[in-house]
């Protein structure tokens, strides 16, 4: 059992050393020690102006961290009243016991500011009664807000947690649901289906509108144009027709067996069209 204790105290020790030296690195001026089991840090909050101050006292024993907590005290309090020494020192311990079995003097240091932080207002140490009244009005106030803050949040997690649960166990069935479903269904089909033709609608009367009458061809010369075109093409191709070459030399006609006794005595006849010929032109 001593082996067991003297162990433990020595553990404490160097954890109570390695925090030490932790505090001086972090706070650096604003840490003091008064001696090896007592020691002090100025504490104040962030802002461009402070209007509050203090000093912790902060004294541990042998059996810290293991198995006491810190012992806390409020010093040289600037711009505090007299109950906001008690709320710190009430932060403080309850920080302190939240970390209990651990070094936690820079967590209490933290809690310290941030409560500074959100009371860094002038004129808080007047003691007069209106002072006070309007102190207690605005800790009423951030404590109305605090409680809104919070039912808010406890809706939307009630809002979540029901969202989840549907997402787990799905929608129960029943009829009036499915009816419900049914007719917000087949509206939105209509809808969509009245959408469509509306826009077939619309594609067709434009369609309608572009289109040129005969009218509109005639009105704008587009007619002239269209029928000056097809007489053109039909000229190309005339000409073209007339222009053909036709071949001399055709292959295999000189084999085509020719009777010549088809053709006799047809020149008389054909000297008699050359005496008709004379005689018109004598006439």
Partial sequence: ??????????????????????????????????NEFVYMINISPEADKAFVSLSLEIEVDECYPSKNRPRFKVLEAKGLAKNHLNQIEEVAIS???????????????????????????????????????????????KKNSHKNNESQLNQEDAIEAAREERLRNGTPFSLDR???????????????????????DQQ????????????????????????????????????????????????????????ETLFEGDDGDLGDLDDDDEEDDAT
């Fill in 95 to 141: 920080t302190a016991t939240e970390n209990e079995g651990m070094v936690c003097v820079f967590d209490v240091a933290t809690a310290v500011k941030e409560w500074l932080n959100d009371h860094n207002v002038a004129g808080q140490d007047d003691d007069s009664m209106y002072a006070a009244m309007l102190r207690r009005r605005e800790e009423e106030e």
């Fill in 1 to 34: 059992e001593k082996n067991t204790k003297m162990s433990t105290n020595e553990e404490d020790y160097e954890e109570r050393v390695m925090e030490i030296e932790a505090l001086e690195s972090i706070f650096e001026n604003d840490f003091r020690r008064r």
């Fill in 204 to 259: 067709k009367d434009e369609s309608r509108s572009t289109r040129l009458t005969g009218k509109d061809l005639f009105t704008h010369g587009n007619a002239k144009q269209i029928q000056d075109d097809a007489d053109n093409n039909y000229d190309d191709d005339s000409a073209s027709s007339a222009e053909y070459d036709y071949p001399d030399n055709i292959p295999g006609a000189s084999d085509i067996p020719i009777d």
């Fill in 178 to 200: 499915f009816y419900a479903w049914s007719a917000s269904f087949q509206a939105e089909c209509a809808l969509a289906k009245l959408y469509a033709h509306s826009s077939a």
